[in-house]
Nanobody, 120 residues
């Protein structure tokens, strides 16, 4: 499956942004989907994930501020980010796997990433 993220950009602290990840090539609804991010000089980290059923899990750092959703009819994954902080600045990646939900990096398919910059 091919994954293409979009929606990144520059936003002020306290603002909101919605990222999208469009999938193609395989049946999107068969996949567990996740968002990861990598800040400058840091390792890539788990943001959150969504099961095929639509239930979600989140990293503690974004819980209550970020919301993951999916539209299987559009083969698209979303990340709604509210109350953004400068420490949310990172390249955001979507990822897909069929083998169940995990917060580890063991996803089979990755997008190219989209940059989110939060100014203070």
């Amino acid at each position: 499956v091919q994954l293409v993220e979009s929606g990144g950009g520059l936003v002020q602290a306290g603002g909101s942004l919605r990222l999208s990840c469009e999938a193609s090539g395989r049946t999107f609804s068969n996949y567990y989907m996740a968002w990861f991010r990598q800040a400058p000089g840091k390792e890539r980290e788990f943001v959150g994930a969504i099961r095929r059923s639509g239930s979600t899990v989140y990293a503690d750092s974004v819980k209550g501020r970020f919301t993951i959703s999916r539209d299987n009819a559009k083969s698209t994954l979303y990340l709604q980010m509210n109350t953004l902080k400068p420490e949310d600045t990172a390249v955001y990646y979507c990822a897909a796997r069929t083998g169940g939900l995990t917060s580890s990096q063991s996803y089979d398919y990755w997008g190219q990433g989209t940059l989110v910059t939060v100014s203070s």
